[in-house]
């Protein structure tokens, strides 16, 4: 999937990454209430235009994660040949594969402050919800149906949420089990149904 990127997009997820690095130090070092924008930008040599064009907001410089759009895209592709659950687990298993074995560490800081730095929750919960409705868009094209449908909202939920306990799960743990493990656990007890 990476050799389909353009090297645009490539030095564009290098530059996010590096900027999230900088800023996790940052925080580190003084807390994630006492950094602004400005002083990430300076840090990680860019204009504070860049990091608000890249992420927005200082929340999302630890939540939104650059391989979201490929995962978004792999998720849509899976769909239009495997149910639901194999889907997800095929789009994860293709980008854990190339992206996030590479970037554990990151990940490990990133999801460390989305679940313990209170600022950050509101909007981890926003992400997720739009998440789980990109999710459910994608279901309903891939089924011919609408995504307004509660069968396509309980579905993508349900995937959407399994996915986040998984996270939770691997937090609690302190790390110490790979996340594709917990995804694939997660997505089993949807897959089978709770007995």
């Not at 994660?65 to 495997?82: C, G, Q, W």
């Not at 998984?166 to 594709?180: D, I, M, N, P, S």
Request: glycine content about 4%; proline content about 3%.
């Amino acid at each position: 999937m990476v050799d389909n990127l353009g090297l645009r997009q490539r030095k564009k997820m290098a530059a996010m990454r590096r900027i999230q690095e900088v800023a996790l130090d940052l925080f580190d070092e003084r807390g994630f209430e006492d950094v602004t924008i400005e002083e990430i930008a300076e840090a990680a040599e860019v204009s504070p235009s860049t990091v608000y064009r890249y992420f927005g907001t200082k929340e999302r410089v630890v939540l939104l994660d650059e391989f979201e759009p490929l995962l978004v895209e792999a998720i849509e592709s899976e769909l239009a040949s495997h149910p639901p659950v194999e889907a997800v687990r095929r789009a994860i298993s293709g980008i854990m594969t190339e992206f996030f074995d590479r970037d554990e560490e990151l990940a490990i800081r990133r999801t460390r402050y989305s679940l313990d730095e209170p600022a950050l929750r509101a909007t981890e919960l926003e992400q997720m919800d739009d998440f789980a409705q990109e999710v459910a868009e994608m279901y309903a094209r891939a089924t011919a149906r609408q995504p307004h449908e509660l069968e396509v909202q309980v579905a993508a939920s349900m995937l959407v949420a399994s996915m986040m306990a998984a996270v939770r799960h691997w937090h609690a743990g302190g790390y110490r089990t790979a996340l594709r493990e917990h995804l694939d656990t997660a997505l089993d007890m949807v897959e089978n149904g709770l007995t």
